[in-house]
């Protein structure tokens, strides 16, 4: 199993990023997917997830701005992120569990300052 994210940066505070988690080595289309993230000095957070089906959960401090989705086609999953804040600073994480194991992305690093 391998996850690789992209898409991080520095953006203003109310800027835009889509972050992009390349899966491979499992039948994506199979497994509910997920991004975390985590700031320094803070555990690592759920920020949104999505079930194979299509469904979708967020944190509370996330709804309304950031959107999950993903394309099964191309084994990928997106995380956009709108009206950035600079509380949304952290490290990005992919994540899927598979047969009871967690596996992780390197993650991505986003920073919003102005």
């Known amino acids: 199993v391998q996850l690789v994210e992209s898409g991080g940066g520095l953006v203003q505070p109310g800027g835009s990023l889509r972050l992009s988690c390349a899966a491979s080595?499992?039948?994506?289309?199979?497994?509910?997917m997920s991004w975390y993230r985590q700031a320094p000095g803070k555990q690592r957070e759920l920020v949104a997830g999505?079930?194979?089906?299509?469904?979708?959960n967020y944190a509370d401090s996330v709804k309304g701005r950031f959107t999950i989705s993903r394309n099964n086609a191309k084994n990928t999953v997106y995380l956009q992120m709108n009206s950035l804040k600079p509380e949304d600073t952290a490290r990005y994480y992919c994540?899927?569990?598979?047969?009871?194991?967690?596996?992780w992305g390197q993650g991505t690093q986003v920073t919003v300052s102005s």
């Open positions: 994540y899927v569990e598979r047969f009871s194991r967690d596996y």
């Open positions: 080595g499992f039948t994506f289309s199979s497994y509910a």
């Open positions: 999505i079930t194979s089906g299509g469904n979708k």
